[in-house]
């Protein structure tokens, strides 16, 4: 384990970088919400699929508890896609992200409540910085009624999310990466598909275009964001891989700039910084 332990800065990294790619790209694709996280899960799933029959040859067959953990975290996995980018066609992509980021609240709240995890003052005070640079970067926008619902459904993918990290981090304690993985994202498509079905969704005869920026999304901010930070929720607490996930509305606000030709204004520079500020007071 200590010499796993030894790559976590370089797996962080990764997944910081990969994970602020989802904000812009998925901002590109003309599809449903429910359709874009469907493929996105699904193309993850089928990716992880030839290591997982690998691993099971090897081991053994999921257990039932973790059946029931990767089911249960299916769940809020869906409803946090499905809200999340939902979001992005209500508001700004800044506001989105950040506002999406702001699990670490949550995470502090609910991991005390469910895991008897309480967190430190170190903690509480990065916190409060980081929810005061989010509210900066928002207060810069010009606010109407379709943005404050883009705004809520964020803030919704921020608890959902914060709920699945939580669930996350009570399975890697006990099971792999890519076994816990894989069964979750084959439940989480089948969530999906299931929410597709109900809402007669469209999910075919769209241009390719979308389809190769769902793919992209599937390789860069899921297989390899998403699962640097489930990976390293076997040795870091929800709490202070939530604060680290707060990384992504920097990242995507650069990539922003580089994909449109987005300049952020001083609100979301000043924001930004004091986000940093935390998540740096979070790990010294």
């Known amino acids: 384990m200590t010499e ?3 790559f976590l800065p370089l797996v962080i990294i990764t997944g910081i970088v990969s ?3 989802a904000g812009p790209v998925t901002s590109m694709v003309a599809m449903p919400a429910v359709a874009i996280a469907l493929f996105r899960l699904s193309i993850s799933f089928i990716i992880l699929l030839p290591f997982f029959i690998r691993e099971i040859t090897n081991s053994q067959f999921p257990e039932i508890k ?3 953990l990767s089911l249960l975290a299916s769940v809020f996995l869906a409803l946090h896609f499905i809200f999340w980018i939902s979001s992005l066609k209500y508001t700004s992509v800044t506001s989105s992200v950040v506002l999406v980021t702001t699990n670490p609240l949550f995470v502090g709240i609910l991991s005390a409540l469910l895991l008897r995890e309480r967190p430190g003052k170190k903690l509480i005070i990065a916190i409060s910085i980081v929810l005061l640079g989010g509210i900066i970067i928002s207060s810069g926008e010009e606010i109407d009624s379709i943005k404050i619902k883009g705004n809520l459904l964020a803030l ?3 608890v959902m999310a ?5 669930t996350t981090r009570k399975a890697r ?3 792999s990466l890519v076994t816990y993985t894989t069964v979750l994202y084959l439940f989480t498509s089948g969530i999906l598909l299931i929410a597709a079905l109900i809402s007669d969704t469209k999910l075919f005869y769209y241009p390719a275009k979308n389809y190769l920026l769902i793919l992209f999304l599937a390789i860069v901010p899921q297989l390899l964001g998403h699962n640097s930070f489930n990976w390293a929720l076997k040795y870091l607490s929800p709490t202070v891989v939530a604060i680290l996930i707060l990384f992504e509305p920097i990242g995507a606000t650069i990539i922003s700039h580089f994909i449109f030709g987005y300049i952020p204004s001083t609100g979301e520079i000043i ?10 007071v979070s790990l010294i």
């Open 173 to 175: 304690q006990n099971y």
């Open 162 to 166: 914060s709920l699945y990290i939580i």
């Open 271 to 280: 924001g930004s910084a004091l986000i940093l500020t935390g998540i740096l």
């Open 66 to 68: 973790l059946i029931k």
């Open 19 to 21: 994970i602020s790619f």
């Open 4 to 6: 796993q332990r030894t």
């Open 156 to 158: 919704a993918g921020a």
